[in-house]
């Protein structure tokens, strides 16, 4: 069934990817209500309804839901208990189940190596002799993760050297943790797939995703890499939302290896920071398609109409930038609304786009970046 123009979607979480979410509602026709615990964030801003509670008050929560006709997610941390309560009342997309797989690493690997996907190798870590066991089975360099509620390399240790082990232990919380070994990767790419209502299933071209300081910086798309690899790591993405049975979108990040193999690092059942992209090169962006997969419309073909190079806007230096990224004639710019630019803070985007199939390479990119405005 199909939610008609004027009905409401609930979207937990408020920041940027809510804020992108519901901007692609109002233009499909929908209202969104938003569930957060800060009031006047970046999704709120541009939404008609908002409950301003913590994820675990289970009386805004019951009230929210009572309140909009579909619920879905911008942020996927919602304890257990809350989205037990929410299904029980809404539809929830995606449900529950994925949800659950994508917030516990060692939850995640197992269904992924079950699905027959590759990963990095990995051991479950659950005390400091099971670390000295893992280590001895992956070998150095290794990356020590917590399995619940990390991101932009948050709660992540590398071990270089034995010696590492019992410090990176102590200081990694929540336990259990899980040692991975390290993967000398080529490049990093992900893939943003949607699944319908009605099991359509819709991927994004594969994108290169370059970081610094452990947060995204650029998104190159499509990523500059033979075909068939990109036509395998669409393939994976697929694999993914089929298994899960996914109604919604999500992100599947993977490592190139050297030899050109691919391994996935993570899934994240949402609208993907490396997804941004589409709003400007694709007729149907990742946020559109989000929503029409979780309000029962069709999803139509995931298809660029241009390359693009997206650049994350990140902390009090990125802003200042702002005034000269709005006078660089050919950049796309995007402000998340948020007041303060704390370091390390996700503040906003621009996109370059480039005719489709002419991505220029490193120089090219570099100088489609310059600022000549301000
Ligand atoms: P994650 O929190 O798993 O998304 O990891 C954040 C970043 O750390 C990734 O984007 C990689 O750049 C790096 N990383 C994570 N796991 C590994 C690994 N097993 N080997 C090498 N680099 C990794």
Partial sequence: MSLKPGAVIGIIG??????????????????????????GGPASQVAAFSTVADYTDHAALRA?????????????????EGLELLERLKPVHPGARILAVSQ????????????????????AVHDEAGLAAAVQALGLPAVLKTTRLGYDGKGQAMLRAADDATAAFAALAPKPLVLEGFVDFAAEISVMVARGADGTVVAFDA????????????????????????EEAGA??????????LVGLLGV?????????????????????????????????????????????????????????????????????????????GLIPHHYGKAEARPGRKMGHFTRLFPKGGLPGEFGIEDGLRLTGG
């Fill in 14 to 39: 408020g920041g940027q990817l809510g804020r992108m979410s519901a901007m692609a509602a109002a233009r499909l026709g929908y209202s969104c209500h938003i569930f957060s615990p800060e009031a």
């Fill in 236 to 245: 994976i993405a697929r694999t993914v939302a089929e298994k899960l049975e």
């Fill in 64 to 80: 929210f839901a009572e309140a909009v006709d579909v619920i879905t997610f911008e942020f996927e941390n919602v304890p257990a």
């Fill in 104 to 123: 516990d690493r060692l939850l995640e690997k197992q269904f992924l190596n079950d699905a027959g996907i590759a990963t990095a190798p990995w051991v």
């Fill in 207 to 230: 994108v290169e995703n370059r970081h610094k300081h452990h947060i995204l910086d650029l998104t190159l798309a499509p990523a500059p890499l033979p075909l068939d690899l990109l």
């Fill in 253 to 329: 990040e993977m490592f190139v290896t050297a030899t050109g193999g691919l391994l996935v690092n993570e899934i994240a059942p949402r609208p993907h920071n490396s997804g941004h992209w589409t709003i400007d090169a694709c007729p149907c962006s990742q946020f559109e398609m989000h929503i029409r997969a979780v309000a029962g419309l069709p999803l139509p073909p995931a298809v660029r109409h241009s390359d693009a190079v997206m650049k994350n806007l990140v902390g009090p230096e990125d802003m200042a930038l702002w005034p000269q990224i709005l006078a660089t004639p």
